[in-house]
């Protein structure tokens, strides 16, 4: 299984950014998937999840509201738009895929991950 993750950048506060995590080597429509971030010196938390249909979302409290994930299963590719960002999205972005049926937010639901895609938001 291989998931790449590209969008990632600089951008200034209040900016936007759409990141992207193309998967291969697994039926994509079958499994959830999710999106997490660690920033330096943090543990990695849970950005976003969305189920193998798309019908389930989840989010961090602290992005609600400016962040938007959703998946095409016919492109094996999930996103995730970022808008209103803050310095305190600054991270590596990691998108994985989770073999249960809903994303939930721990860590260890998760079994393929990408390699991350930075993004710095300035202040």
């Known amino acids: 299984v291989q998931l790449v993750e590209s969008g990632g950048g600089l951008v200034q506060a209040g900016g936007s950014l759409r990141l992207s995590c193309a998967a291969s080597?697994?039926?994509?429509?079958?499994?959830?998937m999710g999106w997490f971030r660690q920033a330096p010196g943090k543990e990695r938390e849970f950005v976003a999840g969305v189920s193998w249909s798309g019908h389930s979302i989840s989010y961090a409290d602290s992005v609600k509201g400016r962040f938007t994930i959703s998946r095409t299963n016919a492109k094996n590719t999930m996103y995730l738009q970022m808008r209103s960002l803050k310095p305190e999205d600054t991270a590596v972005y990691y998108c994985a895929t989770s073999p249960g049926v809903l994303a939930g937010p721990k860590v260890y639901e998760y079994d393929y991950w990408g390699q991350g895609t930075q993004v710095t938001v300035s202040s």
């Open positions: 080597g697994r039926t994509f429509s079958s499994y959830a």
